[in-house]
């Protein structure tokens, strides 16, 4: 941590800071919309507590349908300037490691205090969009709410049971109309990301293993496979991150993106598609890429972990970039640009 220029260690005064925090539930009221009767869940890993998003969907006639994305409001906790905000301006994340955590946020506040925790009022910024029939994007908005979390999901329970290989996990059982909640969201996503792969969206596909431990010691690797639920949560966030954006620049508002942009090796790419007989053209094109991934997919789905692993590094690293008004270049991987619509 220290060696990245990073702080392993919460200074004194921002821990005395959140412990004078009293955490008064919030109330509606001027700007803050009431939104708590709506069926908000969380979908998260199984032992995740800094939970920093809701999601929640509603049909509109016609066939379109609303999506809702809640962001825990930690700004309205944590002030510009503050001890806490000083120490999140050094580290700008929480750093994940297999054995140890180090939180951007005293777990008072990450966990706790403004974590969208289940059944608990929240302060949220709310992203609102309209899916079409077609899944592209229509109306969009974005403001500030109080929230409740009504079930506190699992990315590999709600799997389970989307893809018919298990039953409805029980904080879903519990909430009344929760199942049909569940069902809209994933159609609305799968719909999402086809748009997107249609347009040239890579989809990869990836070995990882997760370390499981009994106190401090590795008790486990367990192998991480594709999963529904998570596909379901990355494309609402897509989609939420594209209308943030445009929020922002139709108010003149900079932003900050984390873009791919568009691969300088990508003469590498072309020669490793010619070993199995296919063929890229010779400039960047996400969708000739993209189509290459899809047929080595169903042609060898045994090594297509490692030809996605491949690709990715040529592709290059990902980069943060300031957008001072849609000047900023898109995301090659997701087929992202400033002002497409998803």
């Keep these: 941590m220290r060696a990245h220029g990073l702080e392993p260690d919460f200074p004194r005064d921002a821990l005395a800071e959140v412990a004078s925090l009293t955490g008064a539930?919030?109330?509606?009221?001027?700007?803050?919309?009431?939104?708590?009767?709506?069926?908000?869940?969380?979908?998260?890993?199984?032992?995740?507590?800094?939970?920093?998003q809701l999601t929640v969907a509603d049909t509109l006639p016609g066939g379109g349908v609303k999506i809702l994305v809640a962001i825990a409001d930690v700004e309205a906790t944590v002030l510009k300037g503050s001890p806490v905000d000083r120490h999140a301006e050094v580290n700008t994340t929480s750093v994940y490691t297999p054995a140890v955590t180090f939180p951007m946020l005293p777990?008072?506040?990450?966990?706790?205090?403004?974590?969208?925790?289940?059944?608990?009022?929240?302060?949220?910024?709310?992203?609102?969009?309209?899916v079409s029939p077609d899944g592209s994007l229509a109306e969009s908005d974005v403001y500030g709410a109080v929230v409740k979390n009504q079930a506190k999901l699992a990315y590999n329970a709600v799997d389970a049971w989307l893809t018919g290989r298990g039953s409805l996990p029980a904080a879903a059982s519990a909430v009344e109309g929760m199942d049909a909640q569940l069902t809209l969201q994933d159609r609305v996503a799968e719909a999402l990301g086809r748009v997107r792969h249609e347009h040239g969206a890579?989809?990869?596909?990836?070995?990882?293993?997760?370390?499981?431990?009994?106190?401090?010691?590795?008790?486990?690797?367990?192998?991480?496979?594709?999963?529904?639920?998570?596909?379901?949560?990355?494309?609402?966030?897509?989609?939420?991150?594209?209308?943030?954006?445009?929020?922002?620049?139709?108010?003149?508002?900079?932003?900050?993106?984390?873009?791919?942009?568009?691969?300088?090796?990508?003469?590498?790419?072309?020669?490793?598609?010619?070993?199995?007989?296919?063929?890229?053209?010779?400039?960047?094109?996400?969708?000739?890429?993209?189509?290459?991934?899809?047929?080595?997919?169903?042609?060898?789905?045994?090594?297509?972990?490692?030809?996605?692993?491949?690709?990715?590094?040529?592709?290059g690293p990902g980069e943060y970039v300031v957008d001072r008004g849609g000047d900023a270049p898109g995301h090659f991987g997701l087929a992202l640009v400033p002002t497409c619509q998803v």
């Design 202 to 315: 890579l989809e990869f596909e990836t070995t990882e293993v997760r370390p499981e431990f009994d106190g401090e010691a590795l008790r486990d690797l367990r192998p991480e496979v594709p999963n529904r639920a998570k596909r379901l949560i990355e494309n609402l966030m897509i989609a939420a991150n594209g209308v943030t954006a445009r929020f922002l620049e139709q108010r003149g508002r900079p932003s900050i993106r984390r873009v791919v942009k568009e691969p300088e090796r990508w003469d590498r790419l072309v020669a490793l598609a010619a070993q199995t007989g296919d063929r890229l053209p010779p400039s960047p094109d996400s969708r000739a890429l993209a189509d290459y991934l899809a047929a080595r997919k169903a042609a060898d789905p045994t090594h297509f972990s490692d030809l996605s692993h491949t690709v990715i590094r040529l592709l």
């Design 25 to 52: 539930p919030p109330s509606p009221g001027g700007l803050l919309r009431d939104l708590r009767a709506l069926l908000w869940c969380s979908i998260d890993n199984d032992d995740s507590r800094d939970l920093d």
């Design 107 to 130: 777990e008072k506040l990450s966990t706790n205090l403004t974590a969208l925790a289940d059944h608990q009022d929240r302060l949220a910024v709310v992203v609102e969009f309209v």
